[in-house]
């Protein structure tokens, strides 16, 4: 009356609230007794009534106390509803008009009020199309349609109630309602009372639309159609697909009821598509049960079979329907059809799943001719046995492309050890289940008063509920055709008359190979007369190969490298693929000069089968000639293999040094790339090619051992004055040790005039792994020595871990070659302090005095172009510099320059010059070099003498003694350029040639000159050596 709509609303919802909760209350035992009142039976039911603003009727009756639960509950509704639409709020009215049936029917049952039975179902019905009605009144169809999310809950429980209906009167029977069930009508349609003034001349009135839909059979079929198709189009066109199917279940219960199977299966396969997405198992199982028994009234065998075969593994059945729904399949396996070449195929994992295949031999790879066994285990999951009459393997046959054949070596290579493949195991029925969801994640939610911090409400809620009710409407129904294909294929691996048992059950396939190539297991079929269950593809893949070898012989080493001197043993692997070895087969060796092949009284040789199994142990007959060696080879079967072990012995020796070398250096045979990269480290290395014949091929085999010499040999010249040595250093560059003996020098062109004196101990000497031994001897002559001496160095070894060998070793020798050995000249070269000091001192200059001094007369070495002859003698012409490489000393004015040398004995020229010591300490003298001084070969060079080039200071160095020659410290010093140096491009230039360390003894060599500090230096710098 005062337009007061907010406020009056709210005071109906204190009261519809405080009512609720004094039903609770009573419900709890916690009484109040003017509730009493309420509990009286139901005998109304004309559901609720909002065409008028106030029900006077239902407010007589409250005020009289003779109203009953429905009767209030009608009247606080009706006015919350009429408040709500004048605030414009009808969406409102639905929602509260659901919550306000649902709370009605629990508090019926909560108070224990007497209802008859269908006369809550006619109220909800009536209720729920009036609520929709009323909304309908005050909105246009636009509005309606674009809120149908709120009214479509109304829609959905009418159907449902309008159904319960339908099965209570008999109206859904297939012999029509009996008489029982034509008074129960009557008392539902006498319950609803006169119809309303209001609605008395409406059409399609609540109340007409129920009596009309309860008067007949096919009333009420066109009624709960129309409510039923009404509601799974609202609910499809809001995307509430799974509401959509629940309903629709319900109507495909109605059509079977009505013998109309092709009209229920679409919505059986829709409510099972649904459950199987939301992994609901007992609903999963109804749900088949009702598809079967649909697909069996219309006829489809494939289907109905696929779906007994899912019900017979089903275990939420019990054992008795599993076993009626597995007699069904076999009761049609066993009838004859009317074409006998139609087969039903159904996936293989409704009657049985593949847990592991094994392969025997287990790295799957045979010869051909060879057997393979292919063991696998199947868990039948029908709840009887079952005789399956052919189980089969097809098999996928490939070749390699270019014709390439893969060897077994290479197969057993990368191929599994065990042979054994697992297949995943289904741990569930459905494709996607819970299972797969993710975990709940569940919190406490405690919600207190802010006024006194007191618990109000607590609760639980999930904070991954939208990963929980996620859609999973792309995943497909297992209950729709298999579509599988059945390969046709000429590889077949067969198994008939099996009986599988309920579970786990072993099965064993045999094959021969028969062509080379590779198989891959695609498809697995069992078959029951004309029905054939199918596991489409093996995954993982497993597949064999089968392979053709060609005879081969393979000779390797034991060990990592052959050392070359000492016996090593050699394997050889005849593989005789298809080759059958023969008694009188033999291997011919074609023997190396530089190569022994030893042969043993006892040869043993030891044949295996392809999988390394030893076949047997048999004597072998190894004959050997000056040109040959025959190996006579037992008899093998194909596929086999043939090992045995030979000693061969590889000649030791080093290479010929060429030149005359006073450098810790050899020249070595060929190496390996990688070997020449560390030459220093690594052993020289001689190839031996043997050349075999085979008896299965008119080719020789050709192969190569390459031997490594266990030693690296170096020698140099030493010299003391005229005294001359020759050292020879041998190294043992491998993991053994050996043991060295009766070592030798000799000059084999030479006579009595020159003698090589040993100086080395007589007894063996133990040389290390990775350790060196040296031996020296003095040479002696007798008369003028010769230009140059060819050397050869023997030495015997043996390894010193063994005892004695059976064959005695040939000497490890080397042969080398020295030259310009005599010494020529004598240097010496001595720094004295300034006068009247006893001691250098540093930024003092000293007197350096060097001495050259020729120790022998002329001899052919000398005869060059830089020797010259006068009426009195000859001489030659030298180039002597001073080099300080350590920094100790700064030499002042000319570091070098060139003198005229007689060719007599004892000749002596002497140098002067000055040095400044640059540090205090014992310092080393700096070292002074001696080259020859060589002519141009041009006429230019008479126009010019030796002083004149010395102050151009350009020289030209012989490019054959450029790497012996330190030019670096030349150039440093500013004495020497190169030849091209435009600054005299077209002079002739003199050459320098750098005299042989042989010919050339320094004297002062290792001599120091002690130096002390200057008083005036703060600094003290001090050089130690």
């Known amino acids: 009356m005062l337009q007061q709509f907010e406020d009056a609303l709210v005071q109906y919802d204190e009261l519809d609230a405080l009512f609720s909760q004094y039903v609770v209350n009573f419900g709890a035992g916690d009484g109040a007794n003017w509730l009493t009142f309420f509990c009286q039976p139901v005998k109304s039911w004309n559901g609720l009534i909002l065409r008028k603003p106030i029900d006077m009727e239902k407010r007589e009756l409250i ?40 709370s009605c029917v629990q508090e019926l049952k909560l108070l224990e009020v007497s209802v008859p039975p269908g006369a809550l179902d006619c109220w909800v019905f009536l209720s729920c199309l009036e609520v929709l009605q009323r909304i309908e009144g005050c909105c246009d169809r636009a509005q309606i349609d674009s809120n149908i999310a709120h009214t479509v809950g109304l829609w959905s429980y009418a159907t449902e109630k309008l159904k319960s209906l339908g099965y209570l009167c008999g109206l859904v029977s297939e012999k029509g309602p ?109 749900t088949r049960k009702q598809l079967a028994e649909c697909q069996k009234h219309l006829g489809q065998t494939e289907n109905y079979l696929q779906t007994s075969s899912l019900l017979a593994s089903d275990h939420h059945l019990t054992e008795e329907e599993r076993k009626r729904f597995c007699q069904e399949i076999l009761s049609f396996a066993s009838r004859q059809t009317d074409s006998p070449g139609h087969k039903i195929v159904l996936p293989l994992h409704c009657f049985a799943q593949l847990r592991d295949l094994h392969f025997t031999p287990s790295n799957a790879v045979v010869h051909v001719g060879g057997v393979l066994s292919v063991d696998i285990t199947m868990c039948s999951q029908m709840p009887v046995p079952v005789r399956v009459e052919q189980i089969a393997i097809n098999v996928h046959f490939s070749i390699e492309k270019n014709n390439y054949r893969k060897t077994a070596e290479w197969l057993t290579k990368h191929k599994t050890s065990n042979g054994i493949i697992n297949f995943p195991v289904e741990t569930s029925p459905f494709p996607t289940s819970q299972n797969n969801l993710p975990a709940l994640e569940l919190y406490e939610m405690f919600e207190r008063s802010p006024s006194d911090n007191s618990l109000n409400t607590t609760g639980i809620i999930c904070k991954n509920v939208h990963m929980l009710l996620r859609r999973q409407e792309s995943s497909t129904s297992l209950e729709t055709p298999s579509g599988v294909a059945l390969e046709d294929g000429a590889h077949v691996l067969k198994c008939r008359d099996v009986t599988l048992e309920p579970g786990p059950n072993r099965i064993t396939f045999r094959t021969q190979a028969k062509e080379p190539g590779t198989y891959t297991l695609r498809q697995l079929c069992a078959s029951l007369g004309p029905v054939w269950f199918v596991l489409p593809h093996l995954y993982p893949p497993a597949q064999y190969d089968v392979y053709s070898q060609e005879p081969q012989l393979r000779v390797e080493p034991l060990a990592d490298s052959l050392l070359a001197g000492i016996p090593q043993k050699v394997k050889f692997t005849v593989t005789t693929g298809h080759y059958t070895v023969k008694n009188g087969d033999s291997l011919q060796l074609s023997n190396a000069e530089a190569m022994l092949i030893l042969c043993h009284a006892e040869n043993r040789a ?80 001689t190839d031996h090619k043997v050349s075999i014949d085979c008896p299965w091929s008119i080719y020789s085999t050709v192969i190569a051992l390459t031997f490594s010499v266990p030693f690296r040999t170096t020698h140099s010249l030493l010299s003391a004055g005229t005294r001359k040595y020759i050292q020879v250093c041998v190294q043992n560059l491998s993991e053994l040790d050996f043991q060295l003996s009766d070592g030798n020098l000799a000059d084999p062109g030479r006579g009595a005039d020159l003698q090589l004196v040993p100086l080395n101990a007589k007894s063996p000497q133990h040389i290390s792994s990775k350790q060196s031994v040296f031996f020296v001897w003095e040479l002696k002559w007798t008369r003028e020595p010769p230009p140059s001496l060819r050397c050869q160095f023997s030495v015997g070894f043996s390894p010193a871990s063994e005892g004695q060998l059976s064959i005695p070793l040939k000497p490890y020798t080397y042969e080398f070659q020295v030259e310009n050995f005599f010494t020529l000249y004598n240097v010496r070269a001595e720094i004295l302090p300034p006068a009247g000091t006893e001691h250098c001192r540093t930024g003092s200059l000293c007197s350096l005095e060097v001495s050259i001094t020729r120790l022998s007369d002329l001899l052919d070495v000398d005869k060059d172009e830089a020797l010259t002859e006068s009426d009195e003698y000859f001489s030659t012409k030298l180039m002597y510099e001073v080099v300080d490489n350590s920094s100790n000393w700064a030499v002042c004015g000319k570091s070098s320059g060139v003198i005229s040398m007689p060719v007599a004995a004892q000749a002596t020229h002497r140098v002067h010059m000055e040095v400044m010591p640059l540090f205090a300490g014992y310092l080393p003298l700096p070292d002074v070099r001696l080259f020859k001084y060589l002519p141009h070969h041009s006429a230019h060079s008479s126009q010019l003498d030796a002083d004149s080039w010395i102050e151009n200071d350009s020289l030209s160095v012989d490019q054959h003694v450029g790497d012996q020659l330190d030019s670096g410290s030349i150039r440093s010093r500013g004495s020497v350029h190169s030849a091209s140096s435009s600054e005299h491009k077209g002079l002739p230039m003199p050459r320098l040639q750098a005299l042989p360390p042989g010919q050339v003894f320094n004297s002062s060599t290792g001599m120091q000159v002690l130096v002390i500090p200057s008083r005036d230096d703060h600094v003290l710098e001090v050089s130690v050596t």
């Open 606 to 685: 030891v044949i295996y089968s392809n999988t390394r199994e030893k076949a047997s142990d048999v004597s072998l007959r190894v004959q050997s000639s000056d040109k040959v060696t025959s190996i006579s080879l037992p008899a093998a079967p194909a596929y086999h293999m043939i090992e045995f072990e030979l000693e061969v012995l590889s000649l030791p020796s080093a290479p010929v040094t060429g030149g005359e070398s006073s450098m810790l250096g050899v020249t070595e045979p060929h190496r390996k790339h990688k070997d020449t990269q560390k030459a220093g480290h690594c052993m020289a290395t």
């Open 63 to 102: 005020q009289r106390q003779e109203a009953t639960l429905l009767d209030l509950r009608s009247y606080l509704f009706s006015r919350q509803c009429t408040l709500l639409l004048f605030l414009q709020r009808p969406w409102e009215v639905a929602q509260r008009a659901l919550e306000l049936l649902h």
């Open 178 to 286: 009996n008489s029982e069930d034509l008074n129960r009508t009557v008392d539902l349609l006498a319950g609803l009372g006169a119809e309303r003034p209001e609605t008395a001349n409406t059409a399609q009135s609540p109340y007409k639309k129920l009596k009309e839909a309860l008067s007949s059979v096919e009333a009420f079929e066109k009624h709960y159609l129309d409510l039923s198709h009404a509601a799974i189009e609202m609910h499809t066109s809001i995307g509430r697909t799974r509401s959509a199917r629940l309903v629709g279940k319900d109507l495909a219960e109605f059509y079977m009821r009505k013998k109309s199977p092709q009209k229920a299966e679409i919505y059986l396969q829709g409510a099972l598509k649904s459950y199987l997405a939301e992994g609901w198992a007992l609903p999963i199982t109804h």
